[in-house]
């Protein structure tokens, strides 16, 4: 067993407790953090189901945790909140910090195969690493029942993690996600330079192009997007995943939100229906 990850803070919230960890990362090679919502526990040895979520371009594991006011929903559905931070940290990379959507704060939740930056696998922390710390240090977690929700680039992430792990997640949904990203700046700057120029292999991190080879789902995706998100028609891209969707049977909601931006107020005005979302799911596993 590794060691354990140890606690660097704590907030009572709502009877329960947002508590932030710090370990090293095997996969990444460096220090990471990670947040965790605990409800309230009804029972000594109730188990709790994990809703992961991952963050946006620039953001650390706290954003969510002290924006969102998911814990309110969270506690009502017996569901624990987990926020992963968005890259590795203090490699010191030449440039790792140049821009804020790429490098540190951008690591796009894919693994990195140019040599570079080879220590970017966010796909394989959030996947793989992560999910064993939380089963070998936290007993009242229950891994085995998951699921997976983000935000812009972490909307990109909860997307093709759940596309390529039906069999890991009950359930996804997202807010303004990057659906197409080897059709946008952002994605096209990520990929490029984290996957190289050989463009077959960006198309195992984009959304829109996963969902062509998918099939029984078992519950519908969810994605909220507002209507006046500043990156909605160059960036974001909902409605090629939409077209996808539909040519794939895919079960889609798309809720296209009228006077939305692409900020934690958005958010927080529709994170609990996402959260009653995931808690369908995961009591019907």
């Given amino acids: 067993m590794e060691e354990k990850p140890t606690e660097i803070s704590s907030s009572k919230m709502f009877g329960g407790y947002n508590r932030r960890y710090r370990h090293f990362s ?25 809703l992961y979520w991952l963050s946006g371009l620039s953001c650390t594991d706290e954003n969510f945790i002290m924006k969102s ?3 309110r929903a969270a506690l009502g559905e017996g569901i624990a ?21 790429f490098g540190v704060g951008a690591g796009f939740y894919l693994n990195a195969t140019e040599e570079k930056w080879k220590n970017w696998r966010m796909y394989d922390y959030v996947v793989k690493e992560l999910p064993k710390v939380l089963s070998e240090n936290f ?13 812009s680039m972490g909307g990109h992430g909860a997307l093709t993690i759940y596309l390529k792990n039906l069999e890991k997640y009950k359930a996804v949904s997202a807010f303004a996600p990057i659906t197409n990203p ?34 029984k789902f078992s519950t519908p995706i ?29 079960p889609l909601m798309l809720r296209m939100q009228p006077g939305y931006d692409h900020s934690y107020y958005f958010i927080s005005t529709f994170i609990d229906d996402h959260i009653h979302h995931h808690a369908k799911a995961l009591k019907c596993a």
């Fill in 26 to 50: 095997t996969t990444l090679g460096c220090s990471m953090t990670f947040t965790v919502y605990f409800p309230p526990p009804s029972s000594p040895s109730q188990k709790f189901p994990i």
């Fill in 69 to 71: 006011g998911a814990q």
């Fill in 81 to 101: 909140l987990v926020a992963p931070d968005t890259s590795p940290r203090g490699l010191n990379i030449e440039g790792e910090a140049d821009s804020w959507d």
């Fill in 139 to 151: 007993e009242q977690l229950d891994t085995s029942r998951a699921s997976i929700s983000g935000h």
């Fill in 182 to 215: 080897t059709n946008c700046p952002w994605g096209q700057k990520a990929f490029s330079n984290y996957l190289g120029s050989d463009k077959s292999d960006w198309q195992e991190y984009d959304a829109t192009l996963l969902i062509e080879k998918c099939s």
């Fill in 222 to 250: 969810l994605i909220d997007q507002g209507e006046d998100d500043k990156f909605l028609h160059d960036q974001l891209l909902p409605h090629n995943f939409e077209d996808a969707c539909k040519g794939a049977n895919a």
